[in-house]
C-alpha cells in the first residue's frame, strides 16, 4: 500500500470487523496497521515481513503453542489479549526457560466491535511489554458470523533454558517436596461469576501473569533441584498433580489445610459445588524439589510478589496406583481425583 | 467462611471421633444407612470412614436425585429434546446419566438437540419468555427439596401467561422410598442388608420436617436422625444412633434443628400442594415401581404437564445387566462389588447411573474413596 494513498481512517469508536478485513486487502493492512502493529509494535513488526527473523542462543530451546477462547473475552483482573501473553508465556517458563519471543494468530468473528479489538490488542501489547516478551509475527483471519466468538487466539513461544537444568515431567521421586506458588481458584471464579447465567457478584479478581521472573528466582535458588514445573490451568491444582503422578510413576500424598484458597473463592466454590483443586489457575504454579533444596526454593518464592504465599503443600510418595491423596482439614483421608467432565468450558 | 467452617473442624472431629469409638460397644457392630447422596458425599468427601470405628459401618442409600431416575425417564427426555421445537432445560447432572444403549442428554446435544443447562427453574421461565417461538420444557428432577422450585416455576408460567413453557415432572418423594426399602425382602426376610437405624434427609426435611418419619421409627423400630449434610453433622447423628440402638430407642431425632423444623416448611409444602398430585406408583432406579413415590401435575395445571402437552409415552427400559446400580442402591451391594466398577464403569464413561452424580455411592467412593482399595482389590 503506498503511503500517500488516501485512506479512511479505521472507525475504532463504532466500527466493526467485516470479511473484508481478512481479505488480504487494503482492509486488513489496514486493520493490521491500526490496530495490532500500533499495540504491539517492535522492530520485527514494523519490518512487516510475513516472519520474524531472530539470532538462537547456544543451548537448548522450548516452544510451546496454545490458543484461547475464554468466554467473557473480558473478564475482572484480564481479558483475552493479556491471557494469551501470560498463558504462553508461563508454558515456556516452566521448563526453567527465559522466554524470548511470541507469535499470536487471530481468528476474528465478522460484527466484532473494533473498539473491543483495540482494547484487547492493546492489553496484549502492554501485557507483552511489561513481560519483556515481544510478539514479533502473527496472523488475523475474519470468519462469518456465527463462525466464531467474537475473537480467537492462539500464541506461540519460544524460550532459552539455562545451562545445566533439565526439568521434566517423569522426574518426581518419592520424598520430593511440592511446592504450591499461592491461592488457588482465583482465575476460574473470577471468569465464572461474569458468565452470562451464572451472574454473582464477587470481588474476586483473575491471578492471570506472567510467571517467568518467579521462575528465574527459583531457578536460581534451587538449580537442579527443581525437579519439574507446571502451571495449573484447566482441571486445577488437581489434573496438574494427577498428570505428574502418571508421567512420574508415583503418587502424592498433599494437606488440605496446606493449600491456600482466599475466602471469597471458597464461599464461591461452596455455593456453585465447586472444588477449588479443580479450578483454573492463570498466574500459579506447582513445582516439585528435591526435599533439601525445598526450604530455599521457597524463601526465594516468597521473596517475589507472585509467590508470596507460596506454601509446601506435601510431597511425592511411592504409590503403584499414582493416586494422589489429601488429608483433609477435617482429619480423614480422601483421594483427588481429576475432574470429570466439564466443569464450565471455555475458561481460557 | 461462617457457619461452613465450623461444621468442618478438624478437632471437634477428633473429639467426636473418641466419643463415637467410646459409646460403640465393641461386641456388637452398628450398620446405619445415610438415605441422602449429600451425606454419601460428605462421608466420603471429608474421608468420615477413617474416623470411625471398624464396626461401625455406612450404608449409601439412594438419596441421589440423579441416581434414582430410570432409564426410561432419560429415553423419554431425549426424545423430548429431539423433537425439533423443543428446547430441553435441565440441571447439569443429569446430562451425563446414560439412557438406553449409550444414549445421553449430552450425546443428544452433541447431535444436535437443543438441551440447555440452567441452574434455577426461574433461568427456564426467563428462557420462555425471551423465545416465545420455542417450547420450554424444563426436565424436573429431584426429591422434596427441588420439587418447591419447580411448583414456584409453574406458578410464574401461569401468572405471565406463558404458552411456551411445560414441565416433565420426575419429582420423588423420601418417605415413600425408605419406606419401601424397609419392606424389601433383602431387609426383612433375606436379612441381607442390615439396617440399625437411618441418617435423616438434611435439605428435604427443612421443607417437609421430621413428622414424616415418625412411621418408620415406630412401625419398624429404627432409629432415625435427621442430619446436616456438613461432615460434624454426620459424626453427631451417629453418635445419637449409637446412643439410640445401646438404650434400645427407636425415635426419631433431629441433630439438624439449625435448619428442620418438626412440620418442615409450611409454605413450601402447600405451594407443591397446590399444583402437584400423586401418582399411583413411578419407577425408581434400583428399587423398581414404588407405590406413591411420585409427582404429577395436576388437572389444573395440565397445559404445562409435558408428558400432557407431548404425550409422552413412558417406555420402561433395562439397565446394563452387569451394572448393580439397583443392588447397591438398595444397600445390598457395595460398589466395590461391581463387576464393571471401576474398569468400564468410571465418572468419565458411567455405565449406571451410580456413577454419575458426584453424590452416587459410585462416583463418591471412585472419586474420594478408592485408594482403601488396594488391600481388597487390585486397582
Known sequence: MSPKAYRRRLDIKDGRVDLSHGSGGRAMAQLIADVFHDALDNDWLRRGNDQAAFDVAAGRMVMTTDGYVISPLFFPGGDIGSLAVHGTINDVAMAGARPCYLSASFIIEEGFALADLKRIADSMGDAARAAGVPVITGDTKVVERGKADGVFISTTGVGVVPDGLDLSAEKARPGDRVILSGTIGDHGIAVMSKRQNLTFDADIVSDSAALHGLVAEMVAAGGSALRVMRDPTRGGLAAALNELAQQSRVGFLISEEAVPVKPGVAAACELLGLDPLHVANEGKLVAIVAPDAADAVLAAMRADALGCNAAIIGEVIADDHRFVQMTTSFGGGRIVDWLSGEQLPRIC | ?379
Open chain 2, 1 to 379: 467462611m461462617k457457619y461452613v467452617d465450623e461444621y468442618r473442624d478438624g478437632r471437634l472431629a477428633r473429639a467426636l471421633a473418641a466419643r463415637i469409638a467410646n459409646a460403640a460397644d465393641a461386641a456388637g457392630s452398628y450398620h446405619f444407612m445415610e438415605f441422602c447422596g449429600g451425606h454419601t458425599h460428605a462421608i466420603s468427601r471429608y474421608g468420615l470412614e477413617d474416623l470411625l470405628p471398624a464396626n461401625v459401618r455406612m450404608i449409601h442409600g439412594p438419596g441421589c436425585p440423579v441416581c434414582v431416575l430410570p432409564v426410561g425417564r432419560i429415553d423419554a427426555a431425549i426424545r423430548l429434546a429431539e423433537r425439533p421445537e423443543v428446547t430441553l432445560c435441565t440441571y447439569g447432572d443429569v446430562m451425563r446419566v446414560p439412557g438406553s444403549h449409550g444414549t445421553s442428554l449430552l450425546r443428544a446435544k452433541a447431535a444436535g438437540a437443543d438441551i440447555r443447562m440452567v441452574y434455577s427453574t426461574l433461568d427456564a421461565v426467563r428462557i420462555a419468555q425471551a423465545e416465545p417461538q420455542r417450547e420450554i420444557v424444563f426436565f424436573a428432577i429431584g426429591f422434596e427439596t427441588t420439587t418447591p422450585p419447580t411448583a414456584l416455576a409453574i406458578r410464574l408460567a401461569a401468572e405471565k401467561r406463558l404458552e411456551n413453557f411445560s414441565v416433565f415432572c420426575n419429582h420423588v418423594l423420601t418417605p415413600a422410598a425408605i419406606q419401601n426399602i424397609l419392606e424389601s425382602p433383602d431387609v426383612r426376610e433375606l436379612g441381607r442388608v442390615r439396617i440399625d437405624g437411618f441418617i435423616g434427609p438434611a435439605h428435604v426435611s427443612t421443607v417437609i420436617g421430621t413428622e414424616p418419619y415418625a412411621f418408620f421409627a415406630e412401625e419398624f423400630e429404627k432409629p432415625v436422625v435427621v442430619a446436616g449434610f456438613e461432615p460434624l453433622d454426620v459424626m453427631l447423628a451417629i453418635l445419637m444412633l449409637i446412643r439410640q440402638v445401646n438404650e434400645g430407642r427407636h425415635e426419631v431425632e433431629n441433630q439438624y434443628v439449625r435448619a428442620v423444623k418438626p412440620q418442615g416448611n409450611a409454605k413450601a409444602k402447600a405451594e407443591v400442594a397446590e399444583i402437584f398430585e400423586l401418582r399411583k406408583s413411578f419407577e425408581w432406579r434400583g428399587l423398581g415401581l414404588v407405590p406413591y413415590s411420585g409427582l404429577r401435575l395436576k388437572e389444573a395445571y395440565a397445559q404445562y404437564d409435558a408428558e400432557r402437552r407431548f404425550g409422552v409415552e413412558y417406555v420402561a427400559a433395562r439397565d446394563n445387566s452387569a451394572c448393580e446400580c439397583g443392588a447397591i442402591l438398595r444397600g445390598v451391594k457395595k460398589p466395590i462389588d461391581c463387576k464393571l466398577f471401576g474398569t468400564v464403569c468410571t465418572p468419565e464413561t458411567p455405565m449406571g447411573s451410580c456413577m454419575v452424580s458426584a453424590e452416587g455411592a459410585c462416583a463418591a467412593h471412585w472419586t474420594y474413596g478408592r485408594f482403601r482399595d488396594r488391600t481388597r482389590r487390585a486397582s
